[in-house]
């Protein structure tokens, strides 16, 4: 499971056929490496550690959740705990509530993980159940865990500014705008992401 790199090179190569600025962002800046996670509750848990806080805090706070509930984090483990263990592990009220959705949903077998919709919509839509969760946590679940090959988070800012770089836009599109501009681009949207992050940096675009 994955996108790996020959099926995001051969995502790209078909919409370069299409549409210039692609092609002229890959002369420059190259193909994106694949961005592979696993498939499961504990990279959606590792999501809501994450959110609003540096990499740095966000990795500490998970290396005592790991202490405190081992390495596999069962989600009846999590729910077990009070508010001042998970509190003493840097997770606020607020967090602790999704993390709570989340192993809820997770322990009573209401959200498979592993059986997911196969409809890209559809398995949106359940995630989003999880408090804490939106639609941009739920597209990178998609893209990066499951390497579903169309996804398009659009709602990402980087994207948005990717895209203005590759076609040459005046200004970042809104993410309606974005989602528009994309339409044209399926079944093959997810490469095209992992290229707006490519080359949000590369200065060369």
Sequence with gaps: MGMTATRIREGLDAIAAQEPGIARALEVAGYPEPRIRETGYRTLLRTIVGQQVSVAAASSVWNKLEALLGEDMPPEDLLARNFDELRACGLSRQKQGYARSLCELVHAGELELDNLPADDEAAIAELVRIKGIGRWS????????????????????????????????????????????????????????????????????
């Design 138 to 205: 739920a597209e990178i679940y998609l893209l990066f865990a499951e390497g579903r090959a169309d996804i398009w988070p659009a709602g990402d800012l980087a994207v948005q500014a990717g895209l203005a770089k590759i076609l040459e836009l005046a200004e970042r599109p809104s993410e309606k705008d974005a989602r528009l501009m994309a339409q044209g681009w399926s079944p093959h949207r997810g490469p095209v992401a992992l290229l707006t992050w490519h080359v949000y940096n590369n200065p060369a675009l």
